[in-house]
């Protein structure tokens, strides 16, 4: 705490504020995506999908090739899938890190999770790899400029953190404190975090997502729906050489269509 304190009285301070406004001063992209209800009570819903078609082998040796994490490689896919839904070639989003940059914390026990906003940018020119190579350049120096908090973010760029995407890998799958194997209880809060939370945990080879959402906004066949173009997304990145080759139309979709044929 004396040591980000005295940051935030420095140069490290303004150089953080100087990093964003390079991002966010001025930007206009959008940080929502528009709901399929209007209903007026609040409500939180929850969504679990054990999902079979990514694979898991194909993404890590994807991620070996470029030089990229799986966390980079699903964040990019997350800010593609936005801008879709948004007809734009960008987007804006939350995500968050668990702030143990500093050798000093790396075992200490403690909440030190910050959040961060994250911008993507594409144009169907744009190879797969620059895109996301772009990705995680911003992800790495937006953590090393943490000092400059998401609150101070929020309001000096009018960013809200409606939509949070996390990879969480596998953490907070099975590990031990102390010696003694963990037990996990889930608890799902009866008040959304934000408009949509998606998780991505890694669980026996295979991805899990969650989803904790306002289901005053959106029902569940608006989740369902985006992970199946999530999915066909992030597969489509696979293979795909340039933006413009990635395909967002499911299996799923495809019959729908067959059956109006």
């Known amino acids: 705490a004396c040591a980000e304190e005295k940051k935030r009285a420095g140069e490290d301070y303004t150089k953080a504020k100087a990093f964003y406004d390079s991002i966010y001063k001025g930007n206009s992209a959008r940080f929502s995506l528009s709901g399929d209800l209007k209903e ?21 040796e994807f ?27 960008d987007a804006i989003f939350t995500t968050v890190y668990n702030g143990r940059k500093d050798s000093r914390t790396m075992n200490t026990f403690g909440m030190l999770v910050k959040t961060l906003p994250v911008y993507c940018y594409f144009t169907k020119d744009m190879t797969v790899a620059d895109y996301m190579t772009k990705a995680q350049s911003q992800l790495m120096d937006s953590m090393q400029n943490d000092i400059y908090s998401f609150a101070e973010i929020s309001n000096s ?22 010696g003694q194997k963990t037990v996990f209880r889930e608890a799902v809060s009866d008040k959304a975090k ?23 906004i959106y029902s569940k066949s608006f989740i369902e729906h985006f992970y199946d173009i999530f999915i066909t997304a992030a597969d489509s990145f696979l ?23």
Request: glycine share 6%; proline share 1%; with cysteine.
């Open 40 to 60: 007026e009570k609040e409500d939180c819903g929850f969504c679990k999908i054990f999902d079979d078609f990514i694979d898991r082998v194909k993404v890590g």
């Open 63 to 89: 991620c070996k090739k470029h030089r990229i994490t799986e966390n980079v490689f699903f964040t990019s896919v997350m800010g593609y899938v936005m801008g879709q839904y948004n007809h734009s070639e």
């Open 157 to 178: 760029y009018k960013i809200k953190p409606e939509i949070m995407f996390v990879y969480q890998g596998d953490n907070f799958v099975e590990f031990e404190i102390g």
């Open 194 to 216: 934000a408009n949509i939370s998606v998780n991505i945990f890694v669980e026996n080879n295979r991805y899990r997502f969650e989803f904790e959402y306002m289901s005053h």
């Open 239 to 261: 293979t795909a050489d340039r933006i413009g080759d990635i395909s967002v139309l499911s299996k799923n979709e495809e019959a729908r269509i067959e059956k109006f044929n």
